[in-house]
């Protein structure tokens, strides 16, 4: 999974921090359209579709859920009786499954995968069982989120 290179990770700020570069995010009147020229530029090579989709389930949808889950859980504290939604929590956890996708993949974007299923194509052809299946589990690792872009 690739990791943030900026110094300025969330948990070197305060909490008063943290909250207020929350508000500001909350406060964007272009968001969506940010987010997608943001991504754009740390990911070039992916496609649009990709782009959008990484849009949504980070800036557009992904942020509400973040914030109904938050909700939630501060009605509890109010009513104890209040049942924790479970729902709540799978609809962020859905995006945020999401995310983890395709932040494995978005830095190969789609012509990196279509660059792969072409090798494979080109190694059945030789007959390389070997070098197709380490390809293979090269997607499967881009797919399960679980690839290291980090050198």
Do not use: C
């Amino acid at each position: 999974m690739q990791q943030s290179q900026d110094a300025n990770t969330p948990k070197q700020f305060s909490r008063e921090q943290r909250w207020e570069i929350v508000r500001t995010l909350l406060q964007r009147s272009n968001l969506s359209s940010e987010a997608k020229q943001a991504f754009r530029q740390s990911y070039p090579n992916a496609p649009e579709e990709m782009l959008k989709t990484a849009v949504f389930h980070t800036y557009v949808d992904g942020i509400d859920a973040a914030i109904d889950w938050l909700v939630d859980l501060e009605l509890f504290l109010h009513k104890p009786s209040h049942e924790l939604d479970i729902s709540v929590t799978y609809h962020l956890l859905y995006h945020l499954y999401n995310w983890y996708q395709f932040n494995a993949l978005l830095p190969d974007g789609k012509a990196g995968v279509l660059e792969r299923l072409k090798e494979i194509k080109e190694l059945a052809s030789d007959g390389d069982i070997q070098a197709i299946i380490a390809t293979v589990e090269e997607l499967e690792s881009m797919f399960e989120g679980g690839r290291n872009y980090i050198s």
